[in-house]
């Protein structure tokens, strides 16, 4: 190998994959937990912030044959300025995956109390905890160099 080449990277997860076969079955009730199209705004929201270009294409194919709306797909981006698209417990749901994800300065009460006006507790925990599976999926995602297939 020359000194420039990059090694080939691990796709940790399939690797070990009694670690992804756990992960999905977390996943597994969280979808019991948080409706379907939440769940997916959550994946989205996350993979856009985190830049994983692999999760993003993934969720955004599974959310329309799921029936969610090209639009509303591509708006998860710009959720802010567009909140006539989502629901006011959406916009508290991408509101609370935007301070998981980004970390920045935590989770503010505000958030908080935006979500809880919605949510019951083993609902929050569900967001927090899709969230931060979603995170996981990401960074594990770019770490191995994955791209999304080309489609045309």
């Not at 996943?27 to 937990?33: A, D, K, N, Q, Y």
């Not at 998860?76 to 995956?97: S, Y």
């Amino acid at each position: 190998m020359s000194p420039t080449a990059a090694p080939a990277r691990v796709n940790a997860l399939h690797e070990l994959p009694d670690v992804l076969k756990s992960l999905l079955d977390i996943h597994g009730v969280l979808g019991e937990t948080i409706d379907h199209t939440t769940l997916e705004l959550i994946k989205l929201r996350a993979s856009y912030l985190n830049e994983c270009s692999y999760c993003l294409d993934m969720h955004a194919v599974e959310a329309v044959k799921a029936g969610e709306s090209q639009q509303r797909v591509l708006l998860v981006a710009a959720w802010r300025e567009a909140r006539d698209h989502f629901t006011a417990a959406e916009q508290a749901a991408l509101a609370l995956t935007d301070a998981v994800t980004e970390l920045g300065g935590g989770v503010s009460d505000a958030v908080y109390a935006a979500v809880a006006e919605h949510y019951s507790d083993r609902e929050i925990a569900a967001l927090v905890a899709a969230t931060g599976l979603i995170n996981f999926f990401n960074r594990a995602a770019i770490a191995s160099g994955a791209q999304p297939a080309a489609r045309g």
